[in-house]
């Protein structure tokens, strides 16, 4: 009898502990699941004490890039919202992840899958969507949280999901989405004012990701190192790509970190051009940790990489 | 007034701004949209500066014309949202009555294995000859659609040559649904498809990391692991991840239909499987994954029909028993994976088949338990967007003849050019030991795979 009451008080434990393992996922808070780490960000600023938040890139992954791990497959079984940029932004990794999921609130369609991208207005549609251009954005270029105005648009659309998901705190939410938009408000003007001096100012990229930084900041982006999105550049293209900047005196190469040194550096030193490495999400350099400190790192290279010339 | 000429100014340079974004090569609608939306944005910083205008105001008729602005603009943002609305609806009704809305998405893979052995057919028992060979491997039209708000459906259609003749010949590879809002964690899929046993069995040939399936899957399962059946996942609901997989199915692998079927069949002639998996994080760069399958057919009497050896005797399998393990170690550097990888991968595989022997006495067959061990373990080290490079090394005992037993080495190099046109050129020595009279040799392989249309990154792809 003895022996019985002992493995029941140990059956009772096991079950305890896996209780306890278990539990703290299911708190009360909102659990959320964002692709990458600016919409990580808003959502802390929107949401606060209220929501759990779980970025599925760290910041240093390129966009179309962060690895299909199977340890976000729990995060987002758990998860309530999964927020993600759109316009196929996420294609390489969140289709799947999705599936693997198996959270039928968070699918396409659902509630609980929040496209920031739904009432953005995108650049660059193709009008064919033939691998010969590359791997191609079909609904256009996905890198519109580049421009501080369009994140705004992200912004509303976190807070609009919390609200639905979360009505009871609606107040709060509002409240937050609007000190926080101020603030970014604030910014913009800064960035505006600090990037007046810039305007036209041309350069080029290792990918597509600054049409809408350009175009809100009044810069021309004149071109792309790679051949095509997601195509490396052949010798041929770096070739044309250095006698344009020569001709047209482009001053600026900017390298995101998740692309190799060597050609931006050759290009520079050909055409006497400044390279400058630029985040393309918060944590994608060092002191980045949030959107509007992103922001300014942007903002201060871009000045830097123009007075060095 | 004076106040309000910058006001107008700025009304007069929004909206020209607005019509120069039209002057690029848009479409037509999304043209109208981003006009929209700039003029929307543009009337908004407006109405803040009339707004901050009015409570500057120093007299009553400057407070009567901030009014008079306010209420313009008020007109303009109500004509504008009209516009917009239009707009949204004509792009709606556009969309709605495209004849292909829905059209599953489409998308075609082909294979071209051109290839040099030293050995013929005779020699090696391939299906393929020696010398130089161009086999066109075959060619999938994959199709996939949501089939309701419950189920997905998808389609591999496969061409392949006939290894005698030469026509190609069409099959159904996969066909298929798949639940997408069971509770619980689960997951089912009906019809034909690769049943989840082992680390590359369920991997489509052209989406292998070398030229040619491992020896120890192509022998002891013939090839993919394809299956008419049910097959159910569970992913369980831990904050880490463990799935858990159960099948069961009319044949599986290389089978063919019983010739023989049976006036009744009874449930010990399905073939059942099942696979547990999970994975560990080691670092933010390091990933581990485990797996263990196994796999029971109480009854195989007559699938597969009669397996003549090479030396004349024949087989005829009666029961089917695999179990396997798989493992893999990733590096995955967060900031570069896409021009810098490692993965290590191995699979073992043990057999535990029984079999009619009609050799030993073709009156009195005897039955025989053959337990074979196989396994395979490659590493692939990504250098560059567009290239790496591996060794493939394999071990197998033969699961008719456990005696029988073939090493194989592979280094290979691929040239990815993009997601959907590569290249790969692999070098193997085959080692036999000559039980079944069967030799050695060694070959060249220069394989050449494109995708055009749909592709996904599929979730075994990892």
Known sequence: ?309 | MKTFLPIWLCLVIAVATASAYAQKNEPPLDSLKRQIQILQQQMKELKDKTSAASMNANSPQEAVSTETVQKSIKKLEEEIQELSDKVSSVSEAQKQSRPNAFNPSIGVVGEVVTSYRTKGMAETGSDRPGGIDVNARSVELNVAASIDPFAKGYAVINAAADPVTGEASMGIEEAALQTTTLPWNLELKAGRFFGEFGRLGYIHDHELPFVNRPLVLDQYIGGESRSDGFQVNWLVPLPHYVSLTAGAGDGFGGDIPPSNPGDIRSFDKLTYWGRLSTYFDLSPDWQAELGASGLLNPATEDRGGVLVQPDGSTLTEKARRWAGADFSLKWVPLRNNQFQSLTWGSEVLYSDNDYRDSVSDALNPADATVGALGLYSYLTYKFSREWSAGFLFEWAENNQNAQDRTTKLSPYITWALSHWNQLRLQYTHTESNHVLGLASDDAVYMQWSWIIGSHSHGWQQR
């Open chain 1, 1 to 309: 009898m003895k022996m019985k009451l002992f493995q029941l008080k140990i059956i009772i434990m096991v079950f305890a502990a896996l209780a306890a393992w278990t539990l703290p996922v299911y708190a009360a808070k909102v659990r959320i699941v964002t692709t990458l780490t600016d919409l990580a960000d808003f959502a802390r600023e929107i949401g606060k004490d209220h929501v759990d938040v779980h970025s599925l890139a760290t910041g240093i992954e390129d966009t179309h890039g962060v690895p299909m791990k199977p340890s976000f497959v729990p995060i987002l079984n758990r998860a309530d919202l999964v927020i993600l940029v759109g316009f196929d932004c996420e294609h390489a990794f969140l289709p799947a992840l999705l599936e693997a999921s198996k959270n039928p609130g968070i699918q396409v369609g659902h509630p609980g899958y929040v496209d920031c991208a739904k009432n953005i207005v995108p650049l660059d549609v193709p009008s064919t969507t033939d691998h010969s251009g590359g791997d191609v954005h079909p609904y256009g270029n996905p890198h519109y949280m580049l421009d501080p105005v369009l994140a705004k648009t992200a912004v509303g659309e976190i807070c609009d999901a919390l609200v639905a998901f979360d009505p009871k705190d609606q107040a709060e939410f509002v409240h937050n989405r609007d000190e926080y938009l101020a603030r970014l408000d604030t910014k913009i003007a800064e960035w505006k004012e600090k990037m007046k001096p810039l305007k036209g100012l041309q350069f080029v990229s290792y990918h597509e990701h600054w049409p809408y930084f350009a175009d809100r900041f009044g810069l021309r982006y004149v071109g792309t190192i790679e051949l095509k999105p997601g195509i490396d550049p052949t010798p041929r293209h770096i070739e044309e790509l250095i006698l344009m900047m020569k001709a047209d005196h482009v001053p600026v190469v900017v390298r995101e970190p998740q692309f190799p040194e060597k050609v931006p550096k050759l290009i520079a030193e050909k055409t006497g051009a400044t390279v400058i490495t630029l985040p393309i999400m918060p944590g994608g350099a060092s002191k980045t940790d949030t959107y509007v400190e992103m922001m300014d790192y942007i903002i201060n290279a871009f000045q830097s990489g123009a007075k060095t010339r």
